[in-house]
């Protein structure tokens, strides 16, 4: 078990473009969580996927984004035509529970999303 | 808007000193978890607490759920400066979602 990773890790790109961040949760984990978080802030829900079902969008997810769970194992995210408010850590959480204290979240060390 | 209130936002403390971060909201939870994230990572889990007024404790941190399970308290006895980080409440309402906090910076001082 080598934790939920998150891939790149950091991302610069110019205002319009695409970007896709891709995260493996742990292996048997069957829920998948997207936040955003921006410097000094708590990270804010952006969607989740139960398996390969995408059950619930945040109203932050407009439709410039878009997330992908295709066989119900790792998860794309991705942005069409970026703009400088964008910019922020993109987090990734998986969760197999309930365990016995409850939902516990493991978080990926995130993707750095600089928008120039 | 967040659902979940945390203060102080920013905390500076001498290394010994103790401190106390509270979280606090009108909504109800069924649990509550605080994570401790360190700059440029992601949130790791410190405790989670599911039933109104429950206390844990974990070496020197104290947390305690309020009894109608809207607001935690993050208590820490002699900071040392490893404790330093952002410090996040989150509340889950039926596990599907889960609603972080505004968070604490606490930086404690050698």
């Known amino acids: 078990d080598t934790g939920v990773s998150q891939n790149p890790r950091h991302k610069i790109t110019k205002r319009g473009q695409n970007v896709t961040f891709r995260c493996d949760p742990i292996?048997?984990?069957?829920?998948l969580y997207w936040y955003r978080q921006t410097l000094g802030q708590g990270p804010e829900f952006l969607t989740y996927?139960?398996?390969?079902?995408?059950?619930?969008k945040s109203r932050l997810l407009s439709d410039r984004f878009s997330a992908e769970r295709p066989k119900g194992s790792f998860s794309t995210l991705e942005i069409q035509r970026t703009e400088q408010g964008d910019s922020a850590m993109y987090l990734c959480?998986?969760?197999?529970?309930?365990?016995?204290?409850?939902?516990?979240?493991?978080f990926g060390p995130g993707t750095r999303l600089t928008v120039t | 808007t967040q659902l979940l209130e945390q203060s102080p936002q920013f905390l500076s403390i001498q290394e010994g000193e103790n401190l106390t971060v509270y979280c606090n909201s009108s909504?109800?939870?069924?649990?509550l978890q605080w994570y401790r994230q360190e700059p440029g990572e992601g949130p790791v889990l410190l405790v989670t607490?599911?039933?109104?007024?429950e206390v844990k404790k974990l070496k020197r941190l104290t947390f305690q759920f309020g009894d109608a399970r809207k607001d935690s308290s993050l208590h820490i006895t002699a900071a040392q400066p490893g404790d330093t980080g952002l410090y996040l409440c989150?509340?889950?309402?039926?596990?599907?979602?889960?609603?972080f906090g505004t968070g604490t910076s606490l930086t404690v001082i050698p």
């Open positions: 959480a998986s969760i197999n529970g309930p365990g016995p204290l409850g939902y516990e979240q493991y």
């Open positions: 292996s048997e984990h069957n829920r």
């Open positions: 996927f139960q398996n390969e079902a995408q059950l619930e």
């Open positions: 909504s109800v939870f069924s649990s």
């Open positions: 607490v599911v039933t109104g007024g």
């Open positions: 989150a509340g889950a309402r039926g596990g599907n979602q889960f609603y």
